[in-house]
Nanobody, 126 residues
Framework: QVQLVESGGGSVQAGGALILTCAAS????????MAWFRQAPGKQREGVAS???????TYADSVKGRFTISRDNGKNTLYLQMTSLKPDDTAMYYC????????????????????WGQGTQVTVSS
């Protein structure tokens, strides 16, 4: 059973930066694909960025050029560097993993992942 614990959220002003961290334990969470999702109040959960075991990355158009996903398999840790933050980035951010990834799955689709963290809140004020 994979456990995922996010940290690093907080409140920042527009234009600021944050780094989110997701620690994986209890299985092989870092061996497959991992991703960050976010969900704002009243909105559906959306995929933000994903990374495969071989460090192939996918980003949502809304964050391209501003967010960077990375992973340290030795530390079983996933990161999301967020820069030039906007109020629209305000949401609960979730880490997700699928140790048994298949390349034909949607890297930003919530249904592609079977392990989820509890989330960390990011609030960006204007």
């Amino acid at each position: 059973q994979v456990q995922l614990v996010e940290s690093g959220g907080g409140s920042v002003q527009a234009g600021g930066a944050l780094i989110l961290t997701c620690a994986a334990s209890g299985g092989t969470g870092s061996s497959g694909s991992m991703a960050w999702f976010r969900q704002a109040p009243g909105k559906q959960r959306e995929g933000v960025a994903s990374i495969t075991r071989i460090d192939s990355t996918t980003y949502a158009d809304s964050v391209k050029g501003r967010f960077t996903i990375s992973r340290d398999n030795g530390k079983n840790t996933l990161y999301l560097q967020m820069t030039s933050l906007k109020p629209d980035d305000t949401a609960m951010y979730y880490c997700a993993a699928n140790p048994n990834w298949r390349d034909y799955w949607d890297p930003l689709g919530a249904g592609s992942y079977n392990y989820w963290g509890q989330g960390t809140q990011v609030t960006v004020s204007s």
